[in-house]
């Protein structure tokens, strides 16, 4: 029998800051963690550290893109010094509206920035890991970024329509017309790998 | 003239209806109230599903307020953004005849805004950067103090959302009787509301004891009289407090329950 979950509303004093720390759905106030979401108490319990208090909601509240996170994008438009993505996916949890990203020529790839170009990196409706590395400005959108070896192109169709497979880093072939299309590819995880 | 038959003929006589009430069953007077006494409150949170976060607030004596809130979805600006709307529904009036245009627009407009300053202290929007909070009041029915409880329901709703917050927002409404010792009462019926001579809400963050919003207009008397009323409404808010923790408590069982179904 699982042990009854204990509930708490925005504003409720949980704990002393003596007795546990403050983790994700809280904040502290004068030497008290407070709950700051609607939603059950979770308590993990480290060895040797403070137990870490936090409050979860079982139903996920959108997230943001934060700096550092991995998202899924779709390339909408490409330019000759940038590409336009919609964010899809954060993590693995998708967004219920779709935000809208940049990836500009230089953060495509992490060597020979100057020699990129876009359209042989991205093509409009291929499907893009990438990593947030600004929130932008007033004007700007996100700011995303694929100089990695693991980020970059996932899913493209070629120009007949079929799904491309990588063959290296920057190509990929249409299997049924066999021609091969630049694209910066991301590196395919070995668990996927069938060899 | 010829007759028209597509119309019903209406009587060639009419008169007032008045003249046919018996007297002595004129509308009988309300007994004097208690002018601390709290209306009964039902509040319920995560009715709808179309929107991330929903209550129902209904205060006894016919106020119904209903709130949704949308979001975070993609703001242009830097900073995260809540946005109110305090709209009333065109049957939630006492007459039949509609709300004249420009007046009444600017009146919701205004009503919006004390809703979004009082909110905008107990909404975490610095968790939220580069968002906006899209939030709903639509009045049902108006039996008095309906901005109170819009504030009230507009709290729940956003908790509901699973929006950080750093405290709930209660609402209470208070008015003053005309006449030089009008005394003030808490959360007025629409009667009484027409009939005052001041009018004042208050919004109250009871965790933290914080005011959040005061609004307020009418000739209240001597400057002691508008802090004896925001004491009284204070204090309303703290009573009301217990029952809008209980039903959004209520609101994150259920969800929990839904989510993981027990085993047995």
Not at chain 1, 125 to 143: E, F, H, P, R, T
Request: charged share 20%; with cysteine; proline share 7%.
């Amino acid at each position: 029998m699982a042990p009854p979950v204990r509930c708490c509303v925005p504003g409720e004093r949980l704990c002393s800051l003596e007795e546990g720390a403050a983790g994700s759905g809280t904040y502290t106030r004068h030497g008290y963690v407070c709950a700051a979401l609607a939603g059950c108490l979770a308590k993990t319990s480290e060895d040797g550290a403070l137990p870490v208090v936090s409050v979860v909601r079982d139903a996920e509240s959108q997230l943001l893109p934060d700096v550092g996170a991995i998202v899924t994008c779709k390339v909408c438009s490409i330019n000759s010094r940038f590409a336009k993505v919609h964010i899809l996916y954060i993590g693995s949890t998708p967004l219920k509206s779709t935000f809208r990203g940049t990836i500009r020529r230089e953060d495509i790839r992490a060597t020979e920035k100057d020699k990129v170009e876009v359209y042989k990196s991205f093509r409009p409706g291929d499907i893009v890991l990438a990593k947030v590395i600004s929130l932008g400005d007033m004007q700007s959108n996100y700011l995303l970024s694929t100089a990695e070896n693991e980020l970059g192109v996932v899913v493209a169709h070629s120009e007949a329509g079929a799904q491309m497979v990588p063959i290296s880093w920057c190509e990929m072939q249409c299997p049924r017309t066999h021609s091969k299309e630049l694209r910066k590819v991301a590196r395919v995880q070995p668990e996927f790998l069938q060899t | 003239m010829a007759l028209d038959h597509r119309r019903v003929p209406g009587p060639e006589e009419s008169q007032a209806p008045l003249l046919y009430a018996v007297p002595g069953q004129a509308a009988p007077e309300a007994p004097g109230r208690e002018a601390a006494a709290l209306r009964p409150l039902l509040a319920r949170a995560g009715l709808l599903s179309q929107a991330e976060g929903s209550a129902s607030l209904e205060l006894g004596g016919g106020t119904k307020v209903l709130c949704a809130v949308r979001g975070p979805r993609e703001a242009a600006e830097g900073r995260g953004r809540l946005l109110c709307e305090f709209r009333r529904a065109p049957f939630s009036g006492r007459g039949a005849r509609p709300r004249p245009g420009p007046a009444a627009a600017a009146r919701e407009r205004e009503l919006g805004l004390a809703l979004q300053e009082a909110l905008a202290p107990a909404v975490r929007l610095a968790r939220y950067p580069r968002a906006r909070l899209e939030l709903t009041a639509l009045v049902l029915q108006d039996g008095g103090s309906a901005l109170a409880a819009a504030l009230s329901a507009a709290a729940l709703a956003l908790a509901d959302a699973g929006v950080e917050m750093f405290d709930l927002v209660v609402g209470c409404g208070l008015c003053r009787a005309p006449g030089p010792g009008g005394a003030w009462l808490l959360q007025p019926s629409e009667a009484e509301e027409r009939a005052a001579a001041a009018r004042l809400t208050v919004a109250l963050m009871p965790g933290l004891n914080q005011v959040a919003g005061l609004l307020g207009s009418g000739q209240g008397g001597p400057p002691e009289s508008w802090a004896q009323a925001v004491r009284l409404g204070l204090e309303g808010c703290q009573r009301l407090y217990p029952l809008l923790r209980r039903s959004l408590l209520r609101s994150a069982e259920r969800r929990a329950a839904e989510a993981d179904p027990p085993q047995s």
